[in-house]
């Protein structure tokens, strides 16, 4: 299909939550799977389940038109593959196991509901799949409950649920937040899992933790507004969620950020991150936008996709929907390999992966107009769909491809990239954008020149080989260039040919 890569046919996953029911239809099954449509309808089948034990009728009306909905968008879709899955409200309510089979008639296929512990451990399978060497606890707030577990790099350990969703906290207390303190108090008190967070990160999962992250990214003016992979100190965090807890939340700077229907359940959401962090003690918090569907695709790979780099396997993609030779990408990494071990410059293995991205992302912007090419290019891959990469790492990638369209001039940076960009990553980003520079010239952005034109440092001077046919692509602009690059890591230039 024209636009989009094949991997397989579209799937779709159907996540019948305590407080919103959602449909995501994926591009296929991969290790870094694309979103094609993504829709929730905030239906709140948990909100009287603690104290009556049913869903109550209208939820159940909003959910079913949701899935009547969703079932038509898949079928528009030509989604033959849909799994569906319900967490706390419908395995807690007394019907809904009747729910269940109403819905089940309307999917056309049966629904999982999810337990406790395998809800958790979806969570954690989906911060696996999304966060790059994951090491703390992970936290899934729901409507209806909460789920910890924790994660070592690609082990997940087994989790736990405690009944402290948003929902589910309003509905005990009589929507009272001074009530919902003791609860929360109480069910934190003797957790074995506590004492595993000490000095490690929390990762933050859910849409109402999502919200609370949204509401501190603006009022504090963070530049990024990419809410996956953002990060809070354990400090900031606990002063923050403490703060909004406790006043009303209609008076707080920049609430019309948050959905009106989520803040109501904001008091909560920040009370149960604020005795999680007192609790855990982190070093940090970070807010991951993957979770229980996520983890439940990452949980249907095998185990030489699952160990596929998501970061690697998305920029790949890119590359072959928006290069004009996506070979040429691949070229690069190999090209630049060369360089940088023969350079003397030390890169970290995370550094290494970050650069191959920044090369499979390179030739992205090339349908631009001219003057805009490195705008668009990084504002691709500021705001892209990528995981399993930090904020920081992001402005390094960016600004590589960025500085190798404007000539590495640093006054046309964006603010809000400059706030992020460190001395280091600015100058990492600057020699990658300069050995960019020297290869774009040579190739065209075509495959198969850059294995014969290879650029080292020998005995201290950097040299460009242009022999046999290509010594005809000399000019004074690609000496130029290799002087310039040769400048940033301070070595002589040369070319020979």
Not at 172 to 201: C, P, Y
Not at 224 to 241: D, G, K, Q
Request: hydrophobic share 45%; charged share 25%.
């Amino acid at each position: 299909m024209k636009g989009r890569l094949d991997h397989g046919p579209a799937i779709a996953v159907i996540d019948i939550g305590s407080n919103s029911v959602r449909l995501v239809i994926y591009e296929g099954l991969t290790r870094s799977p694309t979103p094609i449509f993504n829709e929730k309808v905030l239906a709140g089948l948990g909100r009287q389940v603690q104290t009556t034990g049913l869903l109550a009728q209208e939820a159940i009306d909003t959910a079913l038109r949701a899935l009547v909905r969703f079932k038509a968008l898949c079928d528009i879709q030509h989604v033959r593959t849909i799994y569906p899955i319900a967490t706390a409200a419908c395995r807690d309510a007394r019907n809904g196991r009747a729910f269940i089979s109403a819905a089940e008639r309307i999917l056309g296929t049966s629904i999982e509901i999810l337990s406790g512990k395998r809800e958790a451990q979806l969570t954690a399978y989906g911060v696996v799949s999304g966060i790059h060497k994951p090491d703390g606890i992970v936290g899934d707030l729901g409507g209806g409950s909460l789920e910890l577990v924790d994660v070592r790099g690609a082990s997940v350990r087994r989790g736990l649920t405690l009944p402290l969703g948003g929902l589910a906290l309003q509905d005990l207390t009589g929507r009272s937040v001074k009530k919902a303190e003791k609860l929360v108090e109480q069910a934190f008190s003797n957790l074995d899992i506590m004492s595993a967070g000490t000095g490690r990160t929390f990762y933050a999962v859910g849409g109402t933790w999502r919200a609370l992250a949204r509401l501190h990214m603006w009022q504090t003016g963070y530049p990024f507004h990419v809410m996956h992979n953002y990060r809070i100190s354990a400090r900031e965090a606990l002063e923050f969620s403490r703060l909004v807890h406790r006043v009303d939340t209609e008076t707080l700077s920049k609430i019309e950020v948050v959905n009106s229907a989520r803040r109501p359940l904001l008091p909560y959401a920040a009370l149960v991150l604020e005795n999680l962090v007192r609790s855990l003690k982190p070093k940090d918090v970070i807010i991951s936008a993957m979770g229980v569907r996520e983890g439940l695709l990452y949980s249907l790979l095998d185990a030489p996709e699952r160990a596929r780099d998501p970061l690697i396997s998305a920029a790949a993609d890119l590359n072959v929907l928006r290069s004009r030779a996506p070979r040429h990408g691949e070229e690069l990494i190999e090209w630049t390999d060369r360089f940088i071990a023969s350079s003397g410059l030390d890169e970290t293995a995370e550094e290494e992966r970050l650069r191959h991205a920044a090369c499979l992302l390179a030739d992205i912007g090339w349908r631009a107009h001219p003057d805009y090419r490195g705008e668009q290019a990084m504002n691709i891959i500021a705001h892209g769909p990528f995981v399993a990469v930090d904020h920081p790492s992001r402005t390094y990638i960016a600004l590589s491809v960025f500085l190798r369209h404007t000539g590495l001039n640093e006054e046309e940076l964006p603010s809000r990239i400059r706030e992020l960009a460190t001395p280091y990553i600015l100058d990492r980003a600057r020699v990658l954008g300069a050995a960019m520079r020297v290869a774009y010239i040579l190739t065209a952005g075509q495959d198969g020149v850059l294995p014969h034109v290879p650029l080292r440092v020998v005995r201290g001077k950097l040299v460009l080989k242009l022999n046999g046919p290509y010594a005809r692509l000399f000019t004074e602009r690609v000496s130029g260039r290799v002087r310039q690059l040769a400048r940033l890591i301070g070595r002589e230039a040369a070319v020979e040919t």
